[in-house]
């Protein structure tokens, strides 16, 4: 696992090979942030990072200067990897959250600017993800969510979707929470 850019850039982390994820590849990664770059003020963000498994993305988002990163991995070996990378950093703007992430979802208070959301493919209820990110209110009004998938889903007629973008065999989907007239 690689950090592409800001504070932490180029900083590589073994990952166990014990671990059986699919990571946001770098290439992905780096056109994604380069995207989100022109559209989010990382300094002023509170993100959130759904299915964190390795907290690549978390990582990505506080090298960047996210001001308060919170991410979600039911796993505890996942979790316990990313507690490691976080105290290697010294890194105090990470919140880790051992649990399922529908569970969470359905109890969390909190609002985030940014929300990235990266379920194993296989998930059944992938699809019913960013409905029901959207329908709560843990997006804020003019946040941004992310959705990385396969390119089996198509989500271009859900409510607030902005666009996809595929690079090589990931697919993001974009949506913008704005309010509707």
């Known amino acids: 696992m690689r950090i592409i850019t800001g504070i932490y850039k180029n900083r590589r982390f073994e990952v166990p ?20 770059v022109n559209h ?14 390795t907290g690549s993305i978390s990582f990505e988002l506080l090298s960047r200067g996210c001001k308060a990163v ?16 976080q105290l290697k950093l010294k890194e105090n703007q990470l919140q ?4 399922d992430v529908f569970q969470f979802i359905n109890s969390c208070s909190n609002t985030f600017d940014f929300i990235f959301a990266d379920p194993p493919y296989t998930l059944k209820q992938l699809s019913s993800i960013p409905n029901l990110i959207l329908s709560s209110s843990l997006l804020r009004e003019n946040g941004i969510l992310v959705v990385e998938h396969s390119k089996k889903h198509d989500f271009s007629e859900s409510l607030y979707f902005k ?14 929470k704005l309010l509707l007239p």
Do not use: H, W
């Open 40 to 53: 989010i003020d990382f300094k002023n963000t509170l993100s959130l990072d759904l299915f964190a498994g």
């Open 96 to 99: 880790i959250i051992q649990r």
């Open 70 to 85: 919170m991410c979600v991995e039911k796993e505890m070996a996942y979790c316990s990897f990313i507690k490691k990378i």
């Open 163 to 176: 666009q996809q973008r595929i690079y090589g065999s990931v697919n993001f989907s974009i949506f913008r």
């Open 17 to 36: 090979k014990s671990f059986k994820l699919r990571p946001t590849t770098d290439f992905a990664k780096e056109n994604l942030f380069n995207f989100l």
